[in-house]
């Protein structure tokens, strides 16, 4: 506005210029007329002496209306401007201090003080106190360095009641570059805040929840599975065999629904990352395929892999996604295809664009083109007989699709009713530069010969207290049971052990805080290192990183597989 009133100024002072000019051009006409009346028409000197500053005067005045109305147009402007900014929004000024100097109405009426009470004061009288103090200091110090501060603020009012702004406060300067105050610009940004806090906690009691069902699900199918596999290795009649097979298959088939589930829950969340590593893709798959054989048998399905000259031997790529998006389509291809007919997995490298090509073909029931889109859809199937007839929930496309975009890749199908369908994987791949595939590692031993290992596990489950002594007693180590993480505490500070397994969820004493208070003992006492791994039924994304980060040399969730149970064992114990 200053500035405004400064160009009405200006203009007042060219009229009158304007017009000094014309009193002088008159005198100037005059004094002309006088040496020159004798050679020029009087007339003519007449029309100059009136006509042409008058003309001056009247062309001036005509240009200085127009421009008067454009700044009368331009203040009305700036005067609806200044007062939607000043209703809608807390307006605050504050000298080089922190003093408050001005606020506007909005500001004083949020806050429940009046403006006089604000006036002379700072604005920690409206500062909420579960802002860190760091937070202002870092405040204060961009802005006494002459720069903008933005950012959202946390204050309370009078009756206590928090509110949230979003800040923009503004150094002013004087003529000569001095910080004179600050104004601030804010506005209310509490309901979105409160919304954004509500997503936050849903979407926490929602992974509570994730964690809390794997976790209460995974410790019977702990039992389940393992005693199964057990079972396998001394039953030989064929029958017998047969039920605990259809036991193995389901058991797993229910772990497979509760890792789709969480996978889901992880893509969903963002949390799902790739984790790449040199690996001998052709073997994995074959591995995977192999998997399959059976259930392609049962339904009298011809199931075959094709792979190109070209594949290469080792590659750098998450082998564990890929192998979870072709073991989806392989499923649901041997799911849909009736008896008699094919299954083909189609293996190709395009050197060209250094990516991997997967077809997954069937000549099952097809997918009709009005459902090609929506099969990448969460829970959805393509008839309502599907989820009965067929089982499964309906995510495992859903799934794959987003695998594959973390992976750098897509997944798209081809189909016609009634002919089949074709499913394309292509993932971007790096190729070896020395690495060696990590499936060349050394075979895990089946047992651990030699001196006797003495093995101190922590586990409050009956059942997997008995799974997990045939397990490590077949591998031919000596096994001391305990039902909490105190009792694995006072059995440390007893005897010596070789290795230490804590479950996590225990009564009286968890298996973190036990671990730690192992660790405490070993600097206290400094007693060698022992070697302690985390045997639980958590396996959300990030708790196997937790859990390493708080101290655990080493990680394996429930259910607990035999040959990961050795691989671990393997990694941990020396010789």
Not at 102 to 117: D, K, L, M, T
Not at 284 to 310: H, M, P, Q
Not at 399 to 427: W, Y
Not at 429 to 434: D, K, R
Request: hydrophobic share 40%.
């Amino acid at each position: 506005m200053d500035t405004i009133k400064a160009k009405y100024g200006k203009t007042q002072t060219k009229r009158l210029i304007v017009m000094a000019l014309s009193l002088t051009a008159i005198l100037v006409f005059g004094a002309t007329m006088y040496i020159y009346e004798d050679v020029l028409p009087s007339w003519l000197l007449l029309i100059v002496f009136i006509f042409c500053p008058v003309v001056l005067f009247v062309v001036f005045e005509i240009h200085e209306i127009g421009r008067d109305d454009r700044l009368t147009k331009f203040e009305k402007q700036y005067d609806e401007l200044r007062s939607l900014i000043n209703e809608s929004s807390y307006i605050s000024r504050t000298d080089r201090n922190g003093t408050i100097i001005y606020v506007n109405e909005q500001f004083a009426e949020r806050s429940g003080y009046s403006q006089s009470e604000l006036i002379g004061q700072t604005h920690s009288i409206v500062r909420h106190p579960d802002t860190p103090k760091q937070f202002y200091h870092t405040m204060w110090r961009t802005l006494i360095e002459g720069k903008i501060w933005r950012g959202v603020v946390k204050n309370r009012n009078r009756l206590g009641v928090t509110f949230y702004v979003d800040s923009t406060i503004t150094p002013i300067f004087d003529s000569e570059g001095e910080i004179i105050e600050f104004m601030s610009l804010r506005y209310d940004v509490t309901a979105l805040q409160n919304a954004l806090t509500s997503a936050k906690e849903a979407r926490d009691a929602k992974d509570r929840f994730l964690a809390t069902m794997s976790h209460e699900i995974r410790t019977p199918l702990n039992a389940i599975l393992g005693f199964v596999e057990l079972l396998r290795e001394r039953i030989k009649e064929a029958e017998l065999a047969s039920y605990l097979e259809t036991i193995n298959r389901s058991g797993h088939t229910l772990l497979g629904i509760i890792n789709d589930i969480l996978d889901f829950a992880k893509i969903e969340s963002g949390k799902l990352e790739v984790e790449s590593r040199a690996c001998d893709l052709r073997k994995d798959i074959s591995t995977t395929v192999a998997l399959f054989n059976v259930a392609a048998d049962k339904k009298n399905v011809l199931l075959s892999e094709v792979w190109s000259d070209n594949f290469p031997d080792c590659l750098i790529t998450d082998t564990t996604r890929i192998r979870q998006i072709l073991g989806n389509l392989l499923s649901n291809a041997i799911k849909f295809t009736p008896s008699g007919k094919r299954v083909m997995l189609c293996c190709a490298f395009k050197e060209e664009t250094k990516e991997l090509e997967f077809t997954v073909e069937d000549e099952g029931i097809g997918i009709p083109e009005s459902w090609q889109r929506r099969v990448f859809e969460a829970f959805s199937q393509v008839r309502a007989s599907d989820a009965t007839q067929q089982g499964g929930t309906g995510l495992g496309l859903s799934i794959s699709l987003q695998l594959a975009k973390i992976l750098g890749g897509t997944l798209s199908v081809v189909s016609e009713e009634g002919k089949g369908a074709t499913f394309i994987l292509t993932v971007p791949v790096l190729l070896c530069q020395g690495e060696s595939p990590s499936s060349a590692a050394k075979k895990t031993p089946a047992s651990f010969d030699g001196e006797l290992r003495h093995v101190l596990v922590a586990e409050d489950q009956a059942d997997n207290q008995l799974l997990i002594r045939l397990l490590l007693e077949k591998m031919n180590f000596v096994v001391q049971i305990v039902e909490n993480g105190k009792d694995a505490v006072d059995y440390y500070s007893r005897e010596s052990f070789d290795i230490i397994l804590l479950d996590e969820n225990m009564p009286i004493m968890s298996g973190t805080k036990a671990m730690l208070e192992i660790r405490s003992q070993e600097q206290r006492w400094r007693k060698k290192h022992t070697p302690i791994a985390s045997l639980t039924a958590n396996a959300i994304k990030g708790d196997r990183e937790r859990f390493l980060k708080l101290g655990f040399d080493d990680y394996l969730s429930k259910p607990i597989i035999k040959s990961e149970l050795i691989a671990l064992l393997t990694r941990l114990l020396p010789n």
